[in-house]
Structure formats: structure tokens, C-alpha cells
């Protein structure tokens, strides 16, 4: 078996398995509308990539990444990011004051995001191996924040009181610039711990695109 079927199975073994567990996090979440706004990303993220995956595929490395994120995703949907029991369990042993799996979840949003964009900026844009690769990744991944902090202003404005689930603010004045502070952090040691193996497989997958 060849390296490319056997990262093409994986890939494929990680999508039906996403399926699996989107399904699973649907099935009784603590709050309905929650879920779907938690979880839309994925419905979209899963057949988009489908689709993508013959045309422009991404790396072994990037599909794990986007597998994990959906993970975390599902699980603050099912249960809503301020009562996931791994959070309650962490505030436990360390004493804190509040559930962190939402901040958890915004430091992937970041980590996760600047393999998606250095990705592509990698592939489509005239910034591979150059100085403002880097720079422009973590930009994007700043900026995606915001506009997600943005969304949640939106939702909130619009079902009011029923959007505090979907906010998990559980009382923090700060928390949207926790959010947007903590994927920028993401983003910085995502660049920081993967860039080099990230090389590695684009330069494989560009070579095996060639050979096509």
C-alpha cells in the first residue's frame, strides 16, 4: 500500500468517524439552540472538505488538526461550553472559579486556524518561505476571532437572555478579550511547534500533486 492510499484512508477514516460523533452530540444536547450554533461549522466543514479533497487536498497533519478541532466543537455543543464535565472537572482538582473549557476552546481557535491559513497562503499565494507568512497567519487567526466575537454580539442581540449558554461569559466583563487574546497565543505556538513538519508534508504533497 502506498503512502498516499494510506493517508487517503485516514483521511476518510477520520471523516466517518466525525460523522459518527456529530450524530452523537446531537442526540439529547443540554440546549438545542446551542448546539446548532456550536456545531454549524461542522456541518458545513464535513462536506466542504468532500468536496475540496479531490481538487485541492490538505495535508495529514491539517485533517488531524480540523478532526480534533471538531471534537472540542461538538463536545461544548452537546454539553455547552460552560458545563462540559472535563471543565468542571479541571475547575475541581485546581480550584478555580469557573469552567475553562471555553477558553480551551478559543486557544484551539486559534492553534487549529493557523495551519488551515498558513496552508493556503503556503500553496496560493507567492508568501511561501517568506518572513510574512507567519505574520499574516497569526493576522488572520486575530481577525477570525474578532469576527467570531462579533457573531456572538449578534446572536446575543438577537435571542437576548437564551444566548447565554451560546456566550459561556459565566460573569467575566473580559471574557471576549480572553477569547481573542487566547487564539492569538494559539496561533503563535501553532506556528511555533508545527511550522517545520507542516513544511515537511506540503513539500510531499506538492511533490505528489506534480507526479499527478
Known sequence: MTEDVKQSREVYILFG??????????????DRATWWLEVGPVFVGIPLLLWLRPRFPFTPLLYRLLFIHAC???????????????GDWVRDWFDLERNNYDRFGHLAQGFIPAILMREILWRKSPLRGSRWLPFLTVCF???????????????????????????????????????????????IISLLLLSRPHDRQLIQLVGQQIKK
Do not use: K, N
Open 17 to 30: 468517524i466525525a460523522a459518527v460523533l456529530l450524530v452523537i452530540s446531537g442526540i439529547g444536547p443540554v
Open 72 to 86: 472540542i466543537v461538538m463536545l461544548g455543543g452537546h454539553y455547552t461550553y460552560v458545563q462540559v464535565p472535563l
Open 141 to 187: 487567526c486575530l481577525a477570525f476571532s474578532a469576527l467570531f466575537e462579533m457573531f456572538e454580539w449578534w446572536v446575543a442581540l438577537i435571542m437576548g437572555g437564551s444566548a447565554d449558554a451560546f456566550l459561556a461569559l459565566q460573569g467575566d466583563q473580559w471574557d471576549t478579550q480572553w477569547d481573542m487574546f487566547l487564539a492569538l497565543c494559539g496561533a
